[in-house]
């Protein structure tokens, strides 16, 4: 582990659109890091060590203590694993990988090397979400709508893999609001659930999810990739104390219209603070309960076949 000054020598790999846009700047602010190192096929970044493949990474003589895993969920769980093995600590990007079991095979491979694993949500660090959570553990919930409606052509320009298998479609964007709600609602499960499948993708571009809380408050999450002109990234709560819009993904809180809590983001800021934090105090972090709900609601969901999509 690194000592509580050094700074965590850091290994970025799968350099795409959020590799660029947020994790690049990020860790450039951030003294608790020094980039030396990245792996990607058709992509560098100046100034550090570059390789192909993490495998080429890990083998090569550059002194790292922890990775970045930013590629598609499909090829996470493989680079993960060669990373823990070698004693490296790792930052999942979200979904932390494409089925809930093999990001638990890497929870427990991380326990027994002793090193840390993220699994990053970035969307639970959106400025307004702590207001909401204890907003709403001080009232009683009715009920709570979620809307995450985008347009993929503006968001996933030429993504091939966000539409194959294990490339979650449309949960892509809505595992993010599932992390704000497993965070701020209480425990729940999914009853219900249909999925609209283009005809010529394997991955769903809409979905329709029915909960229920554990104390019984129906939770619905209409989640749609086909939404032009304003996007729609909303979760509201009817409660004894009213309306709740925690609203611009997590960015701003309104309660009956009155707007509490409206700040600029910080989420990859904070993540990497929060991963500094776990590797030097020795621990994980890596709550699963997002990416179970996906899990259940593809074991739960109808099919439905709708128009084809191109890009
Ligand atoms: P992206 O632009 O497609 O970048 C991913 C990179 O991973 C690719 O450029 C590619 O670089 C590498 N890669 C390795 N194996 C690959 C494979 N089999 N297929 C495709 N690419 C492969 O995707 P992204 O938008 O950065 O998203 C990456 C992850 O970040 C996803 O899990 C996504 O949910 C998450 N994320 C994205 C955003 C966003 O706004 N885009 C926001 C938050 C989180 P090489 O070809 O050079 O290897």
Redesign the pocket.
């Known amino acids: 582990m690194p000592s509580a000054e050094a700074p965590i020598r850091l290994g970025i790999?799968?350099?795409?659109?959020?590799?660029?846009?947020?994790h690049l700047p990020a860790i450039a602010r951030n003294k608790d890091y020094a980039l030396v190192a990245a792996?990607?096929?058709?992509?560098t970044v100046d100034g550090v060590a570059n390789f192909?493949t993490i495998e080429e990474m890990l083998a090569a003589d550059v002194e790292i203590d922890a990775v970045s895993l930013?590629?598609?969920?499909?090829?996470?769980h493989q680079a993960a694993r060669a990373a823990l093995e070698a004693g490296k600590h790792v930052f999942l990007?979200?979904?932390p990988g494409a089925t809930v079991s093999e990001v638990e095979d890497l929870k427990a491979l991380a326990t027994a090397k002793g090193v840390s694993l993220f699994a990053s949500w970035?969307s639970r660090y959106a400025p307004a979400v702590e207001a909401a959570r204890a907003f709403l553990a001080s009232t009683r919930i009715r009920s709570v709508a979620i809307d995450w409606k985008e347009d993929v052509r503006r968001?996933?320009p030429n993504?091939?893999?966000?539409w194959r298998a294990g490339g979650?479609g449309v949960f892509?964007p809505g595992?993010?609001a599932l992390s704000i709600a497993t965070h701020i609602l209480p425990p729940m499960f999914v009853v219900s659930c249909a999925l609209d499948f283009p005809d010529n993708r394997d991955a769903p571009i809409a979905a329709r999810i029915d909960f229920l809380t554990s104390t019984g408050q129906p939770v619905a999450a209409v989640f749609d990739w086909r939404q032009t002109g304003p996007q729609t990234w909303d979760i509201t709560a009817e409660t004894d104390a009213g309306r709740m819009l925690l609203s611009a993904g997590g960015a701003k809180l309104a309660i009956d219209s009155r707007v509490v809590h409206d700040e600029p983001e910080q989420e990859y800021p904070m993540l990497y603070r929060r991963f500094a934090e776990i590797v030097r105090a020795g621990k994980s972090d890596a709550d699963l309960a997002p990416l179970q709900h996906v899990a259940d609601a593809f074991m739960l969901g109808k099919r439905n076949v709708v128009e084809a999509f191109f890009d």
Not at 13 to 22: A, F, M, S, T
Not at 70 to 76: A, D, F, H, I, K
Not at 159 to 162: G, P, S, T, V, Y
């Open positions: 790999v799968g350099v795409g659109k959020i590799v660029r846009d947020q792996a990607s096929r058709n992509a192909a930013c590629q598609p969920p499909q090829v996470r990007e979200k979904p970035h968001w996933h993504q091939d893999w966000i979650f892509d595992i993010n």
